[in-house]
């Protein structure tokens, strides 16, 4: 009980206090009614907007940015100032609206030279999605958590990587992409060993399977193969359970190459230890 108790107080305390900094800022100084920008020019509106952008007053960006599109909408920024509200819904955390924007830019614009960033963008987005405060201030393990969103990311730098071969976001979304498919891979694994545990041994080989058969070269594929060694011993499958015993060593005769939580920190370590993540 005193476990829980410590676990609900810090959670609470920093929801109260981590997002407060950011919330009061864009209710004080972004507060600005599109009436102040009647007269501006358009060069005022997208310069101005530029500034508010890069100091971090993301809605009030966004509230110029939708001025100058309403205002100018074949103007010199119009286009522009579509795929940056966008950019500037991600960088507010809101989702949703920055998906739904940079989608509109892609129907609206599809032969714009930058249309291959909002495909992009949509990527980072759904990779970001669930990091919420905890996860930026705390080291929780994501794998653990819905890989819905980064099926989602995955699918969206995919795209990217067909449509626009050439694009200069090609690199950074294929590193993102090994990253993902690392964390949908240790998402199995961690289904497998929760089966493991309740001793639903089927179920346990099932989901080990699933990593090894389609999450080939993941860093997951040693943990899995662990899980259908015991599965396989638990279910008296003998022949099998040495078939993937010799796989193992075959593969990772000094046990996996990449550490579980590699580079783990203290911080990390006493996570793990309280078990948020369990």
């Known amino acids: ?114 249309v291959d960033y909002a495909y992009y963008l949509k990527g980072l987005v759904n990779y970001n999605r669930d990091i919420g405060f905890l996860e930026r201030f705390l080291p929780t393990d994501t794998s653990q958590r819905d890989p819905g969103s980064a099926r989602d990311a995955y699918n969206n730098f995919q795209e990217l990587i067909s449509r626009f071969p050439d694009s200069q976001y090609i690199p950074d979304a294929q590193q993102r992409m090994i990253a993902l498919r690392n964390n949908m891979a240790m998402h199995e694994v961690h289904a497998a060993r929760f089966y493991l545990r309740r001793k639903a041994y089927v179920a346990a080989v099932n989901r080990a399977s699933e990593v090894v058969n389609n999450y080939q070269r993941t860093t997951a594929v040693p943990f899995a193969l662990e899980v259908m060694i015991e599965a396989y011993k638990k279910l008296g499958m003998e022949t099998l359970a040495n078939n993937a015993s010799r796989v193992y060593e075959l593969n990772f005769p000094d046990g996996p190459p990449v550490p579980e939580r590699e580079n783990r920190t203290m911080a990390g370590k006493v996570w793990d230890f309280i078990g948020f993540d369990k």
């Open 1 to 114: 009980m005193r476990l829980f108790l410590v676990k609900f107080l810090l959670v609470i305390t920093l929801g109260l206090l981590l997002p407060g900094c950011e919330t009061l800022k864009n209710f004080n100084l972004e507060s600005t009614s599109t009436d102040e920008y009647k007269d501006w020019s358009e060069e005022k509106l997208h310069t101005s907007a530029k500034e508010a952008m890069d100091d971090g007053y993301y809605q009030k960006a966004i509230k110029m940015y939708e001025t100058l599109e309403s205002r100018f909408p074949f103007g010199e920024y119009a286009a522009q100032a579509q795929l940056n509200i966008a950019y500037a819904y991600y960088k507010n955390d809101d989702s949703e609206a920055a998906i739904a924007a940079a989608e509109r830019f892609i129907k609206i614009h599809p032969r714009n030279p930058s």
